[in-house]
């Protein structure tokens, strides 16, 4: 680690290995007000799971919240139309140009007091192999619970219902008519069999997804 006179604003910096500079530390207060001010949206609390009149079943519900998913996509269809026309990298698989496709889907993982928190993220296929890069994907949705949670089943059936109304519509940015198509649900057999009302994945039961393959 180094000291050296930044060439814009002439102010010394840390530097490791003379090359990359360490950002200076920031009072918490800067940061979190910093933080605050960035415009994610209008976010919407995780629905409650109501009970069913039993005084045994109390209402359920978990910390999270969600975007809306329309204003998560236009803002996304308008990032990446901007970007590509500056330098062109979207396939749009002989469609028109503006047709989106999309890869939605949920994912939990051990973390924090909870145990458990379960993330959905969005991308675009029209990306290509970049769709695995943690750079494309983005947050739609997070609660801590796990992902065939009661209440992240309820948020399931919303996001049902509003993805097929963004299907049916178009929209137009810079000029291009835009449409999305959700076509990859990229979730792992647990969440697709607690959605389909399935037994979940387990050794005392047969795996859902086998084929028999005929030699």
Sequence with gaps: MSLSRDKKTKRLCRTFLGKCKIPSIKEYKKLITFIKSINIGNLKQIPTVESQGSVLEPAVSV???YNTFRNLL?????LYLCLDKQKPF???YGK???????????????????????????????????IASCNKNMLLAGANCKEDHPCTNAYAKLLRQEIDQIQKQSYKF???T???SVELLPTDMKYLASVSGELNNAAHFFFIFCQCVKR
């Design 63 to 65: 910390s999270g919240c």
């Design 74 to 78: 236009l803002k996304m269809a308008d």
């Design 90 to 92: 979207l396939e749009w």
């Design 96 to 130: 028109p140009l503006g047709t989106f496709f999309i890869a939605i889907g949920a994912n939990g993982a051990p973390f924090g007091r909870e145990n458990e928190a379960t993330s959905w993220l969005v991308s675009f296929l029209n990306v290509g192999k970049r």
């Design 174 to 176: 810079r000029g291009i």
């Design 178 to 180: 835009v449409t999305f």
